[in-house]
């Protein structure tokens, strides 16, 4: 109702004894924002979300469809605080900055699991990879016996890295059609 309305956005880290610039390298996260900030919607991207059809008619509206083709992020400010907190803002029109919260989350956590990847062994890595295998397939179990149970994730501005998300999307396409309904 007020695209045009003035806001920011921050982060927070509620965990406030885990210096969140310790584990998040800033100069790693401005260079992925602005790589972010670059980005627009595709003509491929937008016809599928033009097609998308919930209970009979259309989804987006067509105004919201031509703000989605004109997008462009507004900037960020991103800095540490004294306490080793990452200080990172968004500023711009209420319709434009709140795009920012699913990637820049993203990035965060992608960031962070990729730091302590590299810390660890290549046995540690196939250890923690071999325990996400076996946790997915435990819920598949679950969810297999409630067949009219359907779902999508949500999960992307929280997940555990990138090529990570990919595998359980594909796995549960695969291991659950017509209960996974996509991300």
Known sequence: NHPDVEVEFALTNRSRDVPLSWEVPPDELGRELDRMKTRRFTRSELHYILGTDEYGQRMFRPKYMEHLRELTLPDYHLGVTYEGQLDLRFVGSWASAMHWEVPALSAINGLRTRKALR???AFERDDVM???????GEKIRIIRQYPGLTFCDFGTRRRFHRAWQRYVDQTLASELPGQFLGT
Do not use: E, P, Q
């Not at 071999?130 to 997915?136: D, I, S």
């Open 130 to 136: 071999a325990t996400g295998v076996a946790r997915l």
């Open 119 to 121: 810390a660890m062994s």
